[in-house]
């Protein structure tokens, strides 16, 4: 039985051990802090006013983050380092979404954890101020002719793609290296007849956006041309938390 009157040093640990303990028993999301310093500056977890955009499907949402270029040299640059330790690197074939760089929440890196963070807490706004909890999150890196067949991921609920690097426009085809949806249960895919595929939803992207969509959702790559490695970052988001290996369960 716990003593009613614990000593002034007892009393501060159980207090600590029962913050601990809700901070567990509450999604990835309660322990996020409200700012990451990225080199010299302080950059907020959620920008005032950050706005959240629908897209035509159902669970499926765009936000964009102005302030990308406080951030984006350095994320760039952990990557592109990460992707040398064979600990994170993850080259599955040419088709297969491009070089993975694996669990960037996992680097120890500031703008990692801040990018990170912000896929949390979007996915948390998204999905009513649900706990979220990280099933498996990547970076990916293209380089020329590299793709990423049609594919939709296992286990979470949600998915999260960040545009980091669009790399190099490619003047013969402009759907080179683009992300695209077709999926029988988007109505936008689907606009002569329910549930047949005839076009194909492109999320407007540019460097800083986000977007999240329901993780059964059809998606492609379509091949990467340019000299500038495309960079993208990934997260696989669940309301609660999974057991057993994320690992194989996206293409
Ligand atoms: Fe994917």
Redesign the pocket.
């Known amino acids: 039985m716990p003593d009613p009157h614990p000593a002034a040093g007892e009393e501060a640990a159980l207090a600590a051990a029962g913050e601990q303990a809700a901070l567990a028993a509450a999604g990835e999301q309660a322990a996020l802090a409200a700012a990451y310093r990225v080199g010299s500056a302080d950059i907020p977890l959620w920008p005032d006013g950050q706005r959240i955009d629908a897209l035509s499907a159902p669970l499926m949402a765009s936000t964009h983050f102005a302030d990308h270029p406080r951030y984006h040299a350095a994320l760039a640059a952990t990557i592109l380092e990460m992707e040398q330790s064979p600990a994170y690197r993850d080259w599955i074939f040419k088709g297969g ?1 491009g070089m993975k760089v694996r669990r960037p929440d996992r680097w120890g890196n500031p703008a990692a954890d801040l990018i990170h963070g912000r896929a949390l807490a979007f996915a948390h706004r998204v999905l009513s101020q649900h706990d979220v909890y990280t099933d498996d999150c990547w970076a990916s890196v293209y380089r020329d002719g590299q793709y ?1 067949l049609p ?1 939709s ?1 296992l286990r979470s609920n949600v ?1 999260i793609v960040y545009l980091l690097d669009e790399g190099d426009p490619d003047p013969d085809d402009p759907m080179a290296g683009q992300l695209v949806f077709a999926d029988p249960r988007i109505p936008h895919c689907c606009q002569q007849e329910r549930g047949r595929v005839t076009s194909l939803l492109k999320p407007e992207m540019t460097p800083g956006t986000m977007i999240v969509f329901a993780s059964d959702y059809v ?1 492609t790559v379509g091949p990467y041309r340019g000299h500038r490695p495309r960079m993208t970052m ?1 997260w696989n988001v669940t309301i609660k938390r999974l057991a057993g290996n994320a690992a194989a369960s ?2």
């Open positions: 979404c990423c594919h991921h998915s998606h990934s996206f293409l």
